[in-house]
């Protein structure tokens, strides 16, 4: 199996492929795993991208590109298959990839976008209730406070996080939408995505993506 899963934050896409890692023994490729393995083991690679983070800065594509390609060109990756997870984000990496992958002779199988409605995300984001003083996170829903508003560990008053606000929520799958678009487009046009209908529990999610690729 050869997966691209693209979904903004909150859509369940760490879940979904959590399960396909552990279930199909495939690999999950992600370039922040990929990063800190490089780091880790203080490649040439891994010392450059370092040095771009210790300052703030994004990685640049080259270096990025060049890590992905060095992780998908080993022995068990080729074997077994893997998921890319927040991987390509630009057409310029959808197309560095294709090239690598050619080169490989293991073209990708699908691409699965992973989508919901925004009004469920958001209605699902704004149970979710932080301590205002020592952080501790509830949920109005399925991890409710003993007493309403309030915190079991240090009694102060619980609110919705900054970022889980309606507001916030949109403007966060907005940007996601139109950042990701392109490369979208570019899978659609070698007929290779995936919509999913994310919405559902994670078990029904995982058939219907096992469908969507057969
Ligand atoms: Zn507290």
Redesign the pocket.
């Known amino acids: 199996m050869r997966l691209i899963f693209i979904g903004p934050p909150g859509v369940g896409k760490g879940t979904q492929s959590a399960l396909f890692a552990s279930r199909m023994g495939i690999f999950t490729l992600s370039s922040g795993e990929i990063f800190r393995k490089e780091i880790e083991a203080q490649t040439d690679l891994g010392r450059l991208a370092q040095s771009y983070i210790r300052h703030g800065d994004l990685v640049p594509n080259g270096v990025t590109i060049e890590m992905m390609a060095k992780r998908l060109r080993e022995p068990e990756v080729r074997k077994k298959g893997f998921i890319l997870d927040g991987f390509p984000r630009t057409i310029r990496q959808a197309e560095a990839l294709e090239e690598i992958l050619t080169e490989l002779d293991m073209p990708l199988e699908s691409v699965v976008s992973l989508e919901v409605d925004v009004q469920l995300i958001v209605d699902r984001l704004k149970d979710r209730l932080g301590?205002t003083?020592?952080?501790?996170n509830y949920n109005s829903k399925s991890k409710p406070p003993t007493r309403d508003g309030f915190?079991d560990?240090?009694?102060?008053p619980l609110m919705v996080r900054s970022d889980d606000q309606p507001d916030a929520i949109r403007n966060r799958l907005e940007s996601f939408r139109a950042e990701t678009a392109p490369v979208v487009d570019f899978y659609e046009n070698l007929g290779l995505l995936r919509r999913v209908d994310s919405s559902r529990d994670p078990e029904q999610v995982y058939q219907e993506i096992l469908k969507s690729i057969q």
Do not use: A, D, L, Q
């Not at 003083?133 to 501790?136: A, L, M, P």
């Not at 560990?153 to 102060?156: A, D, F, G, Q, V």
């Open positions: 301590c003083k020592c952080g501790e915190c560990k240090c009694n102060s």
